[in-house]
T-cell receptor
């Protein structure tokens, strides 16, 4: 039972390079999320997708784009990476946004921008 | 706007001592509150939620609407409780994502 799977697990980028973090869930969930985790800042929402075909900005969307490719997949793209984007990125999913829905997280992607 | 405050970045306790991880929230309506835990090098996972009123791994948390708090408690800490703990809130009024606090790292000393 894979749950939420994200790739790559580790990545080092040079400033200005682009890359895409991939995320897939096999729980038939409607909602998917991308968070970043930084020391002292906790988890901050970058973007989310309430359902297939929709995406919305979270707390810290600048410098990122997302694509809800289908119900299973939700990718996060850094068009021009900056050192401030060095972080651990977590993809997550839930049945929906409504009350009672539990969020399930992926294992995280460690990104370093030099 | 919803806000979750976890005032302690780090909490160190001795094994067998009681633990209380503080969580305060700011929200004008009725919230749904959660505690998530992240053990070393593992993914975040749900520990408990206030609507379930359950005890998981010896932890409990009671929603205090008067004090707008949802503190996590355990009477006797174990070494395996060492982890990062996040309090999270979801507004009841609409379909919104969870808002997380900044987290508290619990270190249980043998």
């Amino acid at each position: 039972n894979a749950g939420v799977t994200q790739t790559p697990k580790f990545q080092v980028l040079k400033t200005g390079q682009s890359m895409t973090l991939q995320c897939a869930q096999d729980m038939n969930h409607n909602s998917m999320y991308w968070y970043r985790q930084d020391p002292g800042m906790g988890l901050r929402l970058i973007y989310y997708s309430a359902s297939e075909g929709t995406t919305d900005k979270g707390e810290v969307p600048n410098g990122y784009n997302v694509s809800r490719l289908n119900k299973r997949e939700f990718s996060l793209r850094l068009e021009s990476a900056a050192p401030s984007q060095t972080s651990v990125y977590f993809c997550a999913s839930s049945e929906g946004l409504a009350k009672g829905n539990t969020i399930y997280f992926g294992e995280g992607s460690w990104l370093t921008v030099v | 706007a919803q806000r979750v405050t976890q005032p302690e970045k780090l909490l160190s306790v001795f094994k067998g001592a009681p633990v209380e991880l503080k969580c305060n929230y700011s929200y004008s309506g009725s919230p749904e509150l959660f505690w998530y835990v992240q053990y070393s090098r593992q993914r975040l996972q749900l520990l408990l939620r206030h609507i379930s009123r359950e005890s998981i791994k010896g932890f409990t948390a009671d929603l205090n609407k008067g004090e707008t708090s949802f503190h996590l408690k355990k009477p006797f800490a174990q070494e395996e409780d060492s982890a990062m703990y996040y309090c999270a809130l979801r507004a009841y009024s609409g379909n919104t994502p969870l808002v997380f606090g900044k987290g508290t790292r619990l270190s249980v000393i043998a």
